[in-house]
């Protein structure tokens, strides 16, 4: 008995080993995920009716070489930085960030249209034309990124452009617009920019992955104020048509659990592809997953490729396990989030500083600016509701309706002015204040 149950040891962790290491369920998994994932159609309530007939993924495609090419602001010293040296290159560099920088904090609402450089509003009228097509692909009938700007689609370096971050500044540009827009007394073409604009950075998250979808936050960070101070300025009868349009911008941000879904292809394609992927699986790839394993070069930002290939392999399936434990979980309020994915971490710690292992309390933080998103695209909605109420009622009403705005609280000041205020103090600068409408 002895005997055998020392013979049978051996082959039983064998077996188990076979079972860890295998990674062929894991390729065709991977293979499948990509080719679905990659130019896909994402349905979601078009922010115009009647929509446009066919797919935005169809109409930004032949719009995206123009918009790759669209100029930032020149910043007026650039003169003094001719040269074609290093130095001279890395100056010109960090002009141009401080400069777009401003200019963002002014199409944002951040900082008072006076304070903004000339070179943002030259941007802007070389841009205009190109803008407002690719604005008008927004009120496409079903959503989805173009190919060459989907989640496969990221440039290695933050330096390159990618399709992605083109539209990124389309979104400032349009917020910019709409500013300027309002300060001309033209409030109702301020909101149809800013409400496209809007659309826009939702477009973003739909096939974007994770990273898309930070993306696509961000961006509508710029268009928030400068959206907010546009519905609180127009005449009531076109306030009521915006509030239709912004809820179902709100209803087509994808569920957090879809982003981390396509989130886990790009991590398993840029990570392992180049390394355990088979000669076999490649050519049944995208053509961008392809495109993807050749530029990332796989474990090339580990010194040597450190690790053993059969170590790499056990990563490799215990990173598919991690983000199959999230996905589920990443729809759950931000502190319930949280604690799941701390669990997670927990039950996956074997290695888990080895080089390439993911951790969900990572992945959280990253979801916490799409939390951020959600709560904005809910403020705007509030706003409106309460400022239509306000018209109907003559008097502010006592609360928000609960079910369309979690998280927010209104706040009146007077009789005149209330405030959108969030719960979480952490979240208090998206906080919004409203000015009454008089009654029709």
Request: glycine share 8%; with cysteine.
């Amino acid at each position: 008995m002895g005997c055998g149950v020392l013979a049978l040891t051996p082959a039983c962790v064998g077996v188990l080993l076979w079972l860890l290491l295998r990674t062929g369920p894991l390729v065709e998994r991977l293979v499948s995920e990509a080719n679905a994932f990659e130019g896909a159609a994402h349905p979601r309530p078009s922010h115009v009716s009647p929509p446009t007939p066919g797919t935005f993924a169809h109409a930004m495609g032949r719009l995206l070489p123009e918009a790759l090419k669209l100029p930032g602001p020149v910043p007026d010293s650039m003169s003094e930085h001719e040269g074609g040296d290093e130095a001279a290159s890395a100056a010109r560099f960090r002009a141009s960030e401080v400069l777009r920088e401003r200019c963002r904090e002014v199409a944002s609402g951040k900082a008072p249209l006076e304070t903004m450089p000339p070179a943002c509003r030259e941007a802007l009228e070389q841009s205009r034309e190109v803008m407002r097509r690719v604005l008008a692909a927004t009120h496409a009938e079903v959503g989805g990124l173009p190919a060459g700007a989907g989640s496969l689609s990221r440039w290695s370096s933050s330096f390159q452009k990618s399709g992605m971050h083109a539209l990124g500044y389309v979104v400032e540009l349009a917020s910019l617009e709409s500013r300027l827009l309002l300060a001309e007394g033209r409030p109702e073409q301020a909101v149809d920019t800013c409400l496209d604009a809007l659309a826009l950075s939702r477009e973003l998250s739909l096939g974007g992955a994770l990273y898309g979808g930070v993306l696509s936050a961000n961006s509508q960070e710029a268009a928030y104020r400068p959206c907010a101070a546009a519905l609180n300025a127009v005449p009531l009868e076109p306030k009521r048509q915006a509030l239709a349009r912004l809820q179902r911008l709100r209803e087509g941000l994808p569920p957090l659990s879809s982003l981390l879904r396509e989130e886990s292809v790009f991590h398993q394609l840029a990570t392992f592809g180049p390394d355990l992927l088979p000669p076999e699986a490649l050519p049944r790839l995208p053509s961008s997953g392809r495109a993807l394993i050749e530029s990332q070069g796989g474990w090339c930002y580990f010194p040597a490729r450190i690790g053993h290939p059969l170590v790499r392999r056990y990563v490799w399936r215990r990173n598919v396990s991690v983000f199959d434990a999230m996905v589920p979980l990443a729809d759950l309020p931000p502190s319930e989030r949280q604690r799941a994915f701390a669990h997670i971490d927990a039950s996956h710690s074997l290695l888990a500083g080895y080089p390439g292992t993911v951790r969900a309390l990572k992945y959280h933080h990253e979801l916490s600016l799409l939390d951020s998103q959600r709560l904005q695209a809910a403020a705007l909605v509030a706003l409106v509701q309460m400022d239509v109420a306000r018209a109907a009622q003559g008097r502010w009403p006592t609360e928000l309706p609960p079910d369309t705005a979690p998280g927010l609280r209104l706040e009146v000041v007077s009789g005149q002015e209330a405030r959108i205020t969030p719960s979480d103090e952490a979240l208090a600068g998206n906080a919004l204040s409203l000015t009454a409408d008089s009654a029709p």
